[in-house]
Each structure stands twice: as C-alpha cells, then as structure tokens.
C-alpha cells in the first residue's frame, strides 16, 4: 500500500461534504499527492478505455502515425513516439496519444478536434466519454479543495473553471531495458490546478514528498490525485505542487491515463484573497511573479515540451 492517504469523495458527489475537505487540506499541505475512492466512475468504462488504448499502441508505428500531432496543427492533439516529448529537457521513455474537449477548429492554440485512428473505432467512444466523467469528477474535487480553503463550495466552478481547460494523455512506456534506471518521465510539476490519474496494475510513479522520494504504487478502483502549479500559485504556496517522476522498474510495458482539470484557458490566476504562504519550491521558481492568464502559461509550458512542434505549428 501506498503511504498517500486515500480519500472517499462520495459526500462531495452527493452534495454534502463531511470531512472530506479536511483531509483533502491535510493531503494538500503535506504531499500535494492523495487517492480518491468513491468517485463514481464506472469501472466499464475504465475497462473499455483500457483495451481500446492498448488496442491502438498495438499498432505499428507507421500506422500510428496517421494520427501524429503534426496532423493535429494547432490543436496539438495526437500520437507522438518514444522519445519524442521532453520533460526537463531529457526525452521521455514513453509514447503517448493527446486529447482534449472535443470542439470545432479553431486559430486558439490547444482548441480543436480531437484525432482518432479507423483501426480501433472504439476509442474515440470510449476517451469521449471518459472525459466527460473526469470533467464532472475533477469539479467535484475542486468543490472538495475550495472548502479546505474555506471558500464557497462552487468557488472555482462559478468561476476559474467555469469553462476548464482539460487535457487527456494515454501514455504506453514500453519494458525497461535490464540494468537501467528504468527512465520513464523526469522529476516535474504539473502545469495546472490538478491532475487525476488512472494506472494500469504496473506501478512506476514516485513522489517527492518531505521524507524523499516514495512509490505510488495502483491502488485497484482509485485515481491518484495532484495538485499543480496554478493551485500552488492560487493559494500562495500552502498548497504546493509537488515533484514527481516515472522509473518503470517492473519489467513490463505500463499504460497511464492522466487526466489534467485546469482552469479557463482566458482565466487570470491571481492568488486567492488571503495568503498563508507555505514551504519553499522544490526549483526555486516563484509562481506570483507571472502576470497573464493561464493560456498563455500553459503554451509556454507546452511548448518546452515539443519545441519542434511549436516552431512548425505555432510560429
């Protein structure tokens, strides 16, 4: 088992809360990482998002490819190989498909629709769907947050995420060679308020807590659950975004499913009308300085991430 507390959000889906928000506080304050049970996603959904992914990293790569993010323009949606993301400016061991609100085209970067491959049919059934479920979950977890703040309940809903930028990732890490670190992703932050994630049975994730590094390993029928850079930002560093990294040390190939709750792409995130303070940043970085609205933040982010798709799409 995890040493991450593990939290039922089932009074919060119901519209009550209990203490609910005060442990989602605790977690908040400490690790900035927790599990969330009781979150009412079906698990036949989970099952088919599951063998429809695996379905598509069956595909040979060239087939892939039909999907590629070049294809997605400035919607940067699609499949990317191993490798071809940076984080920390190392590639990462990891080929993953981009997905988001499904929308119209549009000239606004990371707006659009999303691309689907005609070998697996089902997954563009099954990620829609998903979506949606995590949407109406990552609001339910935000009500849960604002309270811990001793905020109004609809707090964020009524507005910083009144319209939620979200953002879907299906990452495959292929099996670790023998005797390697078993590199999968370097140690970041997320860029947003937060991040929900499925795991498949094959751990990998480690967090930075206080006390170092620690696994945090599946827990059957949960999402991990983080905070990021913009609720670090909102709550001037009580609630931290906390570092963290894949090694897959487990010998098999691992799908993750992570899930990012953001707030409106035209939102501007000052911090929230008190300010405790908190712990000092892991990289130094101090969030306030940036002025702007989360849009431009993110793109910046994104861009570091694919520098080579930024200069042929975005330039």
Same mark, same amino acid.
């Given at each position: 088992?995890?040493?991450?507390?593990?939290?039922?959000?089932?009074?919060?889906?119901?519209?009550?809360?209990?203490?609910?928000?005060?442990?989602?506080?605790?977690? =908040?304050?400490?690790?900035?990482?927790?599990?969330?049970?009781?979150?009412? /996603?079906?698990?036949?959904?989970?099952?088919?998002?599951?063998?429809?992914?695996?379905?598509?990293?069956?595909?040979?790569? !060239?087939?892939?490819?039909?999907?590629?993010?070049?294809?997605?323009?400035?919607?940067?949606?699609?499949?990317?190989?191993?490798? +071809?993301?940076?984080?920390?400016?190392?590639?990462?061991?990891? !080929?993953?498909?981009?997905?988001?609100? !499904?929308?119209?085209?549009?000239?606004?970067?990371?707006?659009?629709?999303?691309?689907?491959?005609?070998?697996?049919?089902?997954?563009?059934?099954? /990620?829609?769907?998903?979506?949606?479920?995590?949407?109406?979950?990552?609001?339910?977890?935000?009500?849960?947050?604002?309270?811990?703040?001793?905020?109004? +309940?609809?707090?964020?809903?009524?507005?910083?995420?009144?319209?939620?930028?979200?953002?879907?990732?299906?990452?495959?890490?292929?099996?670790?060679?023998?005797?390697?670190?078993?590199?999968?992703?370097?140690?970041?932050?997320?860029?947003?308020?937060?991040?929900?994630?499925?795991?498949?049975?094959?751990?990998?994730?480690?967090?930075?807590?206080? +006390?170092?590094?620690?696994?945090?390993?599946?827990?059957?029928?949960?999402?991990? =659950?983080?905070?990021?850079?913009?609720?670090?930002?909102?709550? +001037?560093?009580?609630?931290?975004?906390?570092?963290?990294?894949?090694?897959?040390?487990?010998?098999?190939?691992?799908?993750?499913?992570?899930?990012?709750?953001?707030?409106?792409?035209?939102?501007?995130?000052?911090?929230?009308?008190?300010?405790?303070?908190?712990?000092?940043?892991?990289?130094?970085?101090?969030?306030?300085?940036?002025?702007?609205?989360?849009?431009?933040?993110?793109?910046?982010?994104?861009?570091?991430?694919?520098?080579?798709?930024?200069?042929?799409?975005?330039?």
């Amino acid at each position: 088992m995890s040493e991450l507390p593990v939290i039922d959000i089932a009074p919060l889906l119901s519209g009550t809360a209990g203490d609910v928000p005060d442990q989602i506080g605790a977690a =908040c304050r400490t690790s900035g990482f927790f599990y969330v049970t009781g979150h009412g /996603v079906p698990p036949a959904l989970i099952e088919r998002l599951d063998a429809a992914a695996r379905a598509f990293f069956e595909l040979p790569t !060239e087939v892939k490819n039909e999907i590629s993010m070049e294809r997605g323009g400035r919607a940067w949606r699609g499949f990317f190989p191993v490798g +071809g993301e940076l984080t920390s400016g190392r590639p990462d061991l990891k !080929e993953g498909v981009y997905f988001g609100a !499904e929308r119209p085209p549009s000239r606004i970067p990371l707006h659009g629709p999303n691309l689907f491959p005609d070998q697996v049919p089902a997954l563009r059934a099954a /990620v829609l769907a998903y979506i949606e479920a995590m949407t109406g979950l990552g609001q339910a977890v935000m009500r849960g947050i604002a309270l811990s703040l001793g905020l109004p +309940g609809d707090y964020f809903s009524a507005g910083y995420t009144a319209d939620p930028t979200v953002l879907f990732r299906i990452f495959h890490y292929p099996p670790s060679e023998p005797d390697t670190d078993g590199w999968g992703v370097g140690e970041h932050t997320d860029y947003g308020l937060l991040t929900l994630l499925l795991q498949d049975a094959n751990g990998g994730l480690q967090v930075h807590t206080p +006390g170092g590094w620690i696994s945090a390993p599946p827990v059957p029928g949960t999402f991990v =659950c983080n905070i990021g850079d913009m609720l670090d930002k909102l709550t +001037g560093g009580l609630y931290r975004s906390t570092p963290h990294r894949v090694r897959n040390l487990s010998g098999n190939e691992r799908l993750s499913f992570p899930f990012f709750f953001d707030p409106g792409w035209d939102s501007e995130v000052p911090p929230l009308p008190y300010s405790e303070g908190g712990r000092a940043r892991w990289d130094g970085q101090d969030l306030r300085a940036f002025t702007g609205t989360y849009g431009d933040y993110l793109l910046g982010k994104v861009s570091k991430v694919f520098p080579q798709l930024r200069a042929d799409v975005l330039d």
